[in-house]
């Protein structure tokens, strides 16, 4: 074969060798392209897709929000009503004067503004009239059925001197705490605290000279009679269950759940038997007064529904001026 022939054919492959490379490079960087497209396009719809996504979740998160607003406005607004109660004035002093009379049996004495002065003999027959008062409402026959209200409260005073509460040290045993935090509920059960319940929620207006009442026939050691059962217990008892409202924390969170009458002036008479205590060196637990003076002060300051609030606010300023800056 000449060697022009052989040059000729060996130019024609390696021309058709490089053809064949560029066309297959070609090819596979098309290929390259179109997959990068392809990626591209797939990424965008998916951007588009999360920009959807993320469109409706900031719709969800903007009707979260216009809800919570909506929800912290609503609580503002009954929080607002709470505080307005919370500064009312209480009973009328025609509406008092009506239920009293109702209640013992006689108008209002005059000069009853210091309802802590009231003889003991007369807040005997207070106490008294009160029981034979409710025996009458017709609210109690559900909860007492035939038992006179008097022998009610007598059984409830022998299961609170029986089972006392724990009052120092409740938190060293998280059982003993469960058990303090369900005092009343274990030792009365269910029907008579609903019992109590309602007496405290129909009786509100009486309160006040009931528990001053109360207070001076129980402090004052005078005997109940034979022919009445025991309806206020010892004053050592009535020390421990003061103890119980001051100074632990089941007794303190018992008292938030009532309401606010109920509360003041139960830690107020605690407070008055925590100073009768030490009077008597009987504070065996070493009670310290002095901080609930201006807490139940407070109190008292922001809450107008009690009727003899001044008078307590009074008592509370003399307690104050007694013990200074030592327990006594």
């Given amino acids: 074969m000449p060697s022009e022939t052989v040059e000729k054919i060996f130019k024609w492959g390696v021309v058709t060798v490089c053809l064949a490379g560029i066309a297959f490079f070609g090819l596979r960087y098309m290929g390259i392209l179109d997959k990068t497209v392809t990626n591209k396009t797939e990424k965008n719809k998916v951007t588009e897709r999360g920009g959807e996504k993320a469109s409706g979740n900031a719709g969800v998160t903007i009707n979260l929000e216009q809800a919570q607003q909506e929800r912290i406005k609503a609580l503002e607004q009954k929080v607002a009503v709470l505080e307005a109660a919370l500064h009312e004035d209480g009973i009328s002093d025609a509406s008092f004067k009506e239920k009293y009379a109702s209640v013992f049996g006689t108008p209002v004495p005059a000069g009853s503004e210091n309802i802590l002065s009231v003889a003991e003999p007369e807040a005997r027959d207070q106490v008294i009239r009160f029981l034979n008062y409710l025996d009458s409402r017709p609210y109690l026959l559900k909860h007492r059925k035939q038992t006179p209200v008097k022998a009610i409260q007598a059984d409830l005073v022998k299961r609170m001197t029986q089972n006392l509460p724990v009052t120092s040290g409740e938190t060293d045993d998280f059982l003993s705490l469960l058990r303090n935090m369900a005092h009343f509920y274990r030792i009365f ?25 109360y207070y001076v026939w129980m402090t004052g050691g005078v005997k109940t009679d034979d022919a009445l059962p025991v309806l206020f217990p010892d004053f050592d008892v009535a020390y421990a269950y003061a103890g119980y409202f001051l100074n632990t924390l089941s007794g303190k969170v018992y008292l938030l759940r009532r309401s606010p009458e109920v509360r003041i002036l139960s830690n107020f008479y605690c407070l008055k038997v925590v100073d009768l205590a030490n009077d008597r060196q009987m504070n065996e637990n070493g009670i310290d007064i002095r901080p609930y003076i201006d807490v139940i002060g407070n109190d008292l300051t922001a809450f107008s529904g009690l009727k003899y609030r001044e008078t307590y606010l009074m008592e509370l300023n003399r307690l104050k001026q007694k013990y200074g800056e030592t327990q006594g």
């Fill in 189 to 213: 059960g269910k029907e008579r605290i609903l019992m109590i319940k309602d007496v405290l929620a129909q009786e509100s207006d009486i309160l006040e000279p009931v528990m001053a009442s």
